[in-house]
């Protein structure tokens, strides 16, 4: 039997030993990185109550398309790395550790794959944070899934010159978001490309803090 892609990876973790009492931040990286990749953000996003989870893509890839190519083209990967989002919550949780404890960010790939794993799987998680990602699925796609977030902040971030993610479709996501009862912020920066800038690690800290005191 084959497996999913994504099913086995391991899961690198830093900062505060996971247990009760912890906050979380799940930290989903890019294509064609790996998880010390997105790690280098628990650096300046530092905080002491957080244990910080990435997990690694086979072939350091969650789907082989664009996020915006026909979802088709993008499985099986696209659903085995969205099932090893649910699982890898799934054991924090038995950790004793509630999901407002738990922050999703992801960059880029990573930013589209945490954003489409929380508006298929709506919840209140301490918060969303997507560096330069977006929902996925091809233009026309209808985001109209069951539940909502009960005001989880949802913080988005791109560049208006990203050649991967159309400031279109950030503008879509963030529309998908407040519909579903989410307090969302969405910034973007002129001329910037394709990183994480200054002032979106000061609302990920500020984001950090008020789920550490949750």
Request: glycine share 12%; hydrophobic share 40%.
């Amino acid at each position: 039997m084959t497996l999913p892609p994504s099913a086995g990876q391991p899961v690198t973790a830093r900062g505060r030993p996971l247990g009760e009492g912890s906050a979380v931040m799940v930290m989903i990286h890019g294509r064609n990185a790996g998880p010390n990749n997105i790690l280098d953000l628990a650096t300046p996003l530092a905080h002491p109550d957080f244990t910080y989870l990435a997990p690694a893509a086979a072939g350091r890839t969650w789907y082989p398309h664009s996020f915006m190519a026909d979802r088709a083209s993008n499985e099986p990967g696209l659903s085995s790395a969205l099932a090893m989002i649910g699982t890898l919550i799934a054991e924090v949780g038995t950790r004793g550790i509630p999901k407002r404890r738990i922050i999703l960010l992801g960059f880029s790939q990573g930013g589209c794959l945490a954003s489409e794993f929380m508006a298929r799987q709506p919840d209140r998680y301490g918060a969303l944070i997507a560096f330069s990602g977006g929902l996925i699925g091809e233009p026309g796609t209808r985001w109209e899934h069951p539940g909502g977030f009960d005001g989880m902040p949802v913080f988005l971030g791109c560049s208006d010159v990203d050649g991967h993610v159309p400031k279109a479709r950030l503008d879509e996501s963030a529309a998908v978001f407040e519909r579903m009862g989410a307090a969302v912020t969405e910034r973007i920066y002129p001329g910037m490309g394709h990183l994480v800038n200054d002032d979106e690690l000061t609302w990920a800290r500020d984001l950090m803090s008020r789920v550490a005191v949750s």
